[in-house]
């Protein structure tokens, strides 16, 4: 994939130049270290933000100002520098490179190298089918995978991660914090954040469906529980976004939908005009999205190290 988040703000473009909220402060030597296209990028964003790894000011990440990526980059690297085993890895990862003149970006790409490695998860039953094994799958799943085909599913989730990489505002309630849009600051607009274009208000990604049925809660934000009520969503979005029913989360989430169905349904993706998507489907649906699941992604605590070279305590699954 060469576009990552829901809001595609870190991409690579055709000329395999990368854009990130980072601008020019990742610079063309740093994006030279990125081996693994965006996925090597995702590191660099998470440890900027204060409520996701960043904290409050008070220590020297947190001192550093919001937009100054470059000095926050700088301080991890400090950090872990001061540790004799990653500085060793860090050498034995990139051999004829001093640490001293390693970025943050080597550390990101190594983060990309592990998501490489150990999630990569292609053999499917739809996989294997594909590569002709003719009973990888059951009756079932196979009338599924015709009517997906079938339906308006496959316009926009199709390719080897059954995602267009485009926009679509598929009518899903806004629930829980928000970005900081809107009024009231709980609101999250999306795709328009990164390109400032109202077209492109509550438009998101296509989600990947690779193992959809390990990844809930589903939408943007979450506000879907379950992937049956997901997929049962794409048929009536307008009914079921007028009747969205907030119990079904979490109990502190629960009062923090907006009142932005109008505003939501006024730029609703047309694909969705008049789709109705009966039970019968929607089970048919479910079979399919069964054959996307890739077994060993179902077993990832071998991918939880016995311990690390800070000496931080490891959760374990």
Same mark, same amino acid.
């Given at each position: 994939?060469?576009?990552?988040?829901?809001?595609?703000?870190?991409?690579?473009?055709?000329?395999?130049?990368?854009?990130?909220?980072?601008?020019?402060?990742?610079?063309?030597?740093?994006?030279?270290?990125?081996?693994?296209?965006?996925?090597?990028?995702?590191?660099?964003?998470?440890?900027?933000?204060?409520?996701?790894?960043?904290?409050?000011?008070?220590?020297?990440?947190?001192?550093?100002?919001?937009?100054?990526?470059?000095?926050?980059?700088?301080?991890?690297?400090?950090?872990?520098?001061?540790?004799?085993?990653?500085?060793?890895?860090?050498?034995?990862?990139?051999?004829?490179?001093?640490?001293?003149?390693?970025?943050?970006?080597?550390?990101?790409?190594?983060?990309?190298?592990?998501?490489?490695?150990?999630?990569?998860?292609?053999?499917?039953?739809? /996989?294997?089918? =594909?590569? &002709?094994?003719?009973? *990888?799958?059951?009756?079932?799943? #196979?009338? !599924?995978?015709?009517?997906?085909? %079938?339906?308006?599913?496959?316009?926009?989730?199709?390719?080897?991660?059954?995602?267009?990489?485009?926009?679509?505002?598929?009518?899903?309630?806004?629930?829980?914090?928000?970005?900081?849009?809107?009024?009231?600051?709980?609101?999250?607009?999306?795709?328009?954040?990164?390109?400032?274009?109202?077209?492109?208000?509550?438009?998101?990604?296509?989600?990947?469906?690779?193992?959809?049925?390990?990844?809930?809660?589903?939408?943007?934000?979450?506000?879907?529980?379950?992937?049956?009520?997901?997929?049962?969503?794409?048929?009536?979005? /307008?009914?079921? =976004?007028? &009747?969205?029913?907030? *119990?079904?989360?979490?109990?502190? #989430?629960? !009062?923090?939908?907006?009142?932005? %169905?109008?505003?939501?349904?006024?730029?609703?993706?047309?694909?969705?005009?008049?789709?109705?998507?009966?039970?019968?489907?929607?089970?048919?649906?479910?079979?399919?999205?069964?054959?996307?699941?890739?077994?060993?992604?179902?077993?990832?605590?071998?991918?939880?190290?016995?311990?690390?070279?800070?000496?931080?305590?490891?959760?374990?699954?």
């Amino acid at each position: 994939m060469r576009h990552l988040f829901w809001d595609h703000r870190v991409q690579l473009d055709a000329a395999n130049q990368f854009h990130t909220p980072a601008g020019a402060q990742l610079t063309p030597a740093m994006q030279r270290v990125l081996e693994f296209g965006p996925v090597s990028a995702l590191g660099l964003f998470p440890v900027t933000n204060r409520a996701e790894m960043r904290g409050a000011p008070g220590t020297d990440l947190g001192d550093v100002a919001d937009d100054d990526f470059t000095g926050i980059w700088a301080a991890l690297m400090r950090r872990l520098g001061e540790i004799p085993e990653y500085r060793a890895l860090f050498l034995a990862a990139y051999p004829g490179t001093r640490f001293e003149d390693m970025t943050f970006a080597h550390a990101s790409n190594a983060i990309g190298a592990f998501i490489t490695d150990q999630f990569t998860f292609d053999h499917s039953p739809w /996989d294997n089918f =594909l590569a &002709g094994d003719d009973e *990888a799958l059951t009756a079932r799943q #196979l009338a !599924g995978a015709q009517t997906f085909l %079938t339906l308006k599913c496959s316009i926009c989730h199709n390719g080897s991660t059954f995602s267009d990489e485009q926009f679509h505002n598929v009518a899903v309630p806004q629930v829980g914090p928000g970005v900081g849009n809107g009024p009231t600051l709980l609101d999250d607009f999306g795709r328009m954040n990164v390109t400032n274009s109202a077209d492109d208000q509550y438009r998101f990604r296509t989600s990947p469906l690779r193992n959809i049925e390990l990844t809930a809660p589903y939408g943007h934000d979450g506000a879907i529980v379950s992937l049956r009520d997901f997929v049962a969503h794409y048929g009536q979005s /307008d009914l079921k =976004l007028s &009747g969205y029913n907030p *119990a079904q989360l979490e109990l502190d #989430l629960r !009062g923090t939908m907006l009142p932005s %169905t109008a505003a939501i349904l006024a730029t609703r993706d047309p694909l969705l005009a008049g789709v109705v998507i009966p039970d019968d489907l929607v089970d048919q649906l479910m079979d399919y999205m069964s054959a996307l699941t890739d077994k060993s992604a179902r077993e990832l605590a071998k991918s939880v190290p016995a311990r690390v070279p800070s000496k931080l305590p490891i959760d374990r699954p």
